[in-house]
């Protein structure tokens, strides 16, 4: 139900937006689109109270804006940017349409004795508005479109991208921000925005998304809402909730893998020792499901982390966390016609690091985590130990270059022979032609050594893309 709700909000607000008032002055020339419209937040946005996103308040003085405190990573649950400096605009309409085309030597996976090999053809139109007002920033971002295969017909896919980021200030220290993306989609590597490198994410309260899924029909909802409120000049109180949702239309399509959900929420105190260091604690609850054969199994934890984060300028930031974690796990199924497996209850060290850094003309982040999470397909809760990192760089004025890769261990806990690891890696190039055309071109390897994926564990991606967009600044 999420699903459809997620859709029919983007509708409401993109059918507001062509009422906009626009300012009756001559706007600014619109900068040249230089990356597909989906996009995250920067690293001055990311996190409830930071608020470098959001236009100056005129009841607010200068010294309170120098004093907000920024949401530390581990605690934030937004994902690091993306994008360089360079590129950040805001007030902006932006849309256009994306034609790809993608070479894979092995669709299917294990569901084939033999590895298959297919070309797909996609176009997306995209439309995003991002819009900054005293006390609001939201960005919105919708992709539908279509998605063909040659030789593989009963595949091709209705495509669904759709993401909407919001920040509101309710007072100059209490901040609430939202996030919801869905996606729908026969294949989690093609999407519009795959030029941009992975979304990499400085604490642990996402969905694992490691478990990479044959060619086949998939459904993906996940969102976070947050509050954070600066009590005194350097002390910060917080609290967030999460979801996820994952489901396979056709389970025929995908042996071994499974629909899973989570939800949980946290608490969080962030304490200003300086400028430059931030110190807290949090809590966070989670409850972990997936649904083999007509049954569920749950998995719940607790965790008390520690955390800090170093912050050598606004576009650098250093952050770690960890702590004890119990984990209480219900009966495992794996069929219906076997008994359940006995769940388990014990204490394990949950543990992060991430970098973020964005300047003029590159954008870096890395990030590694040791938890109990969702299995993401998997039969249950893993525990995970996983590494990813992006790095893009803007290296002429219309060339730009992306790499991105991961690592990720699912050790399922009641069942450990269900587990395994993928290894992916990804490199691609954008050319800006002119100001509106932009042409990508990029290469996927992934590994993944599951019991469902013996056969046929590797896939080689390549693909081509040719991108029109358009800039359109809003009024203020």
Same mark, same amino acid.
């Given at each position: 139900m999420r699903f459809f709700i997620s859709i029919q909000l983007g509708f409401v607000l993109l059918a507001g937006v062509s009422a906009w008032p626009q300012q009756d002055s001559p706007a600014a020339?619109?900068?040249?689109?230089?990356?597909?419209?989906?996009?995250?937040?920067?690293?001055?946005?990311?996190?409830g109270n930071n608020q470098g996103s959001i236009a100056n308040d005129s009841n607010v003085n200068d010294s309170n804006i120098e &004093?907000?405190? /920024? !949401?530390?990573?581990?605690?934030?649950?937004?994902?690091? $940017?993306?994008?360089?400096?360079?590129?950040?605009?805001?007030?902006?309409?932006?849309?256009?349409?994306?034609?790809?085309?993608?070479?894979?030597?092995?669709?299917?996976?294990?569901t084939s004795g033999t590895?298959?090999?297919?070309?797909?053809?996609?176009?997306?139109?995209?439309?995003?508005? &991002?819009?900054? /007002? !005293?006390?609001?920033?939201?960005?919105?971002?919708?992709? $539908?479109?279509?998605?063909?295969y040659q030789r593989i017909t009963s595949r091709n896919e209705e495509d669904q991208n759709l993401s909407l980021d919001l920040q509101y200030r309710?007072?100059?220290?209490v901040t609430v921000s939202f996030r919801d993306s869905f996606q729908k989609s026969s294949d989690v590597f093609n999407q519009p925005g795959q030029g941009l490198a992975g979304a990499v994410s400085g604490s642990d309260l996402g969905a694992n998304n490691f478990v990479i899924a044959p060619l086949a029909d998939r459904l993906s909802n996940g969102g976070t809402g947050g509050i954070s409120y600066q009590s005194s000049a350097n002390d910060m109180i917080g609290a967030n909730g999460n979801f996820s949702n994952l489901h396979y239309p056709n389970p025929t399509e995908v042996p071994g893998l499974y629909d899973a959900a989570s939800r949980g929420g946290s608490g969080f105190y962030s304490h200003r020792l300086s400028p430059r260091h931030y110190v807290g604690v949090t809590y966070q609850y989670q409850e972990l499901l997936s649904y083999p054969a007509a049954?569920?199994?749950?998995?719940?934890?607790?965790?008390?982390?520690?955390?800090?984060?170093?912050?050598?300028?606004?576009?650098?930031?250093?952050?770690?966390?960890?702590?004890?974690?119990?984990?209480?796990?219900?009966?495992?199924?794996?069929?219906?016609?076997?008994?359940?497996?006995?769940?388990?209850?014990?204490?394990?060290?949950?543990?992060?690091?991430?970098f973020n850094w964005q300047a003029p003309h590159t954008a870096v982040a890395l990030s590694y985590s040791h938890s109990v999470s969702g299995g993401g397909g998997l039969l249950g809760a893993v525990e995970l130990d996983s590494a990813s990192g992006s790095l893009r760089q803007q290296l002429t004025r219309n060339l730009s270059a992306s790499l991105a890769g991961g690592y990720a261990n699912n050790g399922v806990l009641s069942l450990a022979s269900l587990g395994g690891h993928s290894i992916s890696g990804s490199a691609a190039l954008q050319r800006q032609i002119g100001e509106r055309v932009s042409v990508q071109a990029g290469y996927t390897r992934l590994r993944q050594t599951y019991s469902f994926f013996s056969d046929n564990p590797n896939t080689n991606r390549e693909w081509v893309s040719l991108s029109y967009q358009f800039a359109r600044p809003l009024g203020r």
């Amino acid at each position: 139900m999420r699903f459809f709700i997620s859709i029919q909000l983007g509708f409401v607000l993109l059918a507001g937006v062509s009422a906009w008032p626009q300012q009756d002055s001559p706007a600014a020339p619109a900068p040249a689109v230089n990356s597909p419209v989906l996009t995250v937040p920067s690293n001055n946005q990311s996190g409830g109270n930071n608020q470098g996103s959001i236009a100056n308040d005129s009841n607010v003085n200068d010294s309170n804006i120098e &004093d907000r405190m /920024l !949401t530390p990573p581990p605690v934030s649950g937004q994902v690091y $940017p993306l994008s360089v400096a360079s590129e950040e605009r805001a007030n902006y309409l932006r849309g256009g349409v994306v034609f790809n085309t993608a070479y894979s030597d092995n669709v299917l996976a294990s569901t084939s004795g033999t590895p298959v090999s297919d070309v797909s053809y996609s176009v997306w139109p995209t439309l995003a508005i &991002d819009q900054t /007002l !005293t006390r609001l920033h939201w960005v919105l971002s919708y992709a $539908p479109g279509f998605t063909f295969y040659q030789r593989i017909t009963s595949r091709n896919e209705e495509d669904q991208n759709l993401s909407l980021d919001l920040q509101y200030r309710l007072s100059p220290h209490v901040t609430v921000s939202f996030r919801d993306s869905f996606q729908k989609s026969s294949d989690v590597f093609n999407q519009p925005g795959q030029g941009l490198a992975g979304a990499v994410s400085g604490s642990d309260l996402g969905a694992n998304n490691f478990v990479i899924a044959p060619l086949a029909d998939r459904l993906s909802n996940g969102g976070t809402g947050g509050i954070s409120y600066q009590s005194s000049a350097n002390d910060m109180i917080g609290a967030n909730g999460n979801f996820s949702n994952l489901h396979y239309p056709n389970p025929t399509e995908v042996p071994g893998l499974y629909d899973a959900a989570s939800r949980g929420g946290s608490g969080f105190y962030s304490h200003r020792l300086s400028p430059r260091h931030y110190v807290g604690v949090t809590y966070q609850y989670q409850e972990l499901l997936s649904y083999p054969a007509a049954a569920t199994n749950q998995t719940q934890t607790d965790a008390a982390l520690f955390f800090y984060t170093y912050y050598p300028s606004r576009a650098l930031s250093l952050s770690f966390f960890g702590g004890p974690q119990y984990y209480n796990e219900g009966p495992q199924y794996v069929s219906t016609i076997l008994p359940a497996v006995a769940g388990m209850k014990a204490w394990t060290p949950a543990a992060g690091l991430s970098f973020n850094w964005q300047a003029p003309h590159t954008a870096v982040a890395l990030s590694y985590s040791h938890s109990v999470s969702g299995g993401g397909g998997l039969l249950g809760a893993v525990e995970l130990d996983s590494a990813s990192g992006s790095l893009r760089q803007q290296l002429t004025r219309n060339l730009s270059a992306s790499l991105a890769g991961g690592y990720a261990n699912n050790g399922v806990l009641s069942l450990a022979s269900l587990g395994g690891h993928s290894i992916s890696g990804s490199a691609a190039l954008q050319r800006q032609i002119g100001e509106r055309v932009s042409v990508q071109a990029g290469y996927t390897r992934l590994r993944q050594t599951y019991s469902f994926f013996s056969d046929n564990p590797n896939t080689n991606r390549e693909w081509v893309s040719l991108s029109y967009q358009f800039a359109r600044p809003l009024g203020r």
